[in-house]
């Protein structure tokens, strides 16, 4: 099969069209919202094979805020997303799991921008990008991204509080586990 070009918004004008959107989406709150398979098939390889497997009419994707749903799903319409740290986790965690290769790059070019862009003498902008750092390292296997953070704040001067920080974290991480594997009762796992 030889590849079909399309330019990068195809199909925006027909998102939510009730009769090309022959797919629904199961978004929080109980809201509903129309998509064509076709598009994201062109995508995604995981949609694609789930539909033409399957025949799937229905994605839950509940699990996730209904702004990041939204947000992701124009950007496969689309071809192109303005991201920010509100939704970034969201729609990093579904350009990786459906396999969208350009927004699996585009997620790793921002938070590289974050990275470098970190303020280290704020707080909250570091322990955001640590916390963001940890989580992808934990879900999507980036064993590399927590380096690159520490290398960022060990050469701002501030790495006492990383280095502080992560110590600790690593020791409730261990906690944790011996509470789990010890079957401590009254222990409930969220």
Known sequence: M?????????GLDILQCRVHGNVTLLLADDVTMAASSVILSLNSPVLRNLFAETGATTLDFRACSGAAVQCFVRALYYG?????????REINKMAHHYEVGWLVKR??????????????QDYDNVFYVVEE??????????SLVVERVVKRIKSSGAAGFVEKYLVDYTELERV??????SGAAGFVEK
């Not at 030889?2 to 195809?10: M, Q």
């Not at 944790?176 to 594997?181: A, D, E, M, P």
Request: charged content about 20%; proline content about 2%; glycine content about 6%.
């Open 2 to 10: 030889a590849d079909i070009l399309l330019p990068a918004n195809f």
């Open 80 to 88: 192109s997303i303005g991201l920010d740290t509100v939704l970034f």
């Open 107 to 120: 997620c790793h070019g921002y938070f590289n921008t974050l990275i470098a862009d970190m303020d280290t």
């Open 133 to 142: 750092a940890r989580f992808q390292s934990d879900t999507m296997g980036d």
């Open 176 to 181: 944790v586990k011996r509470i789990k594997s």
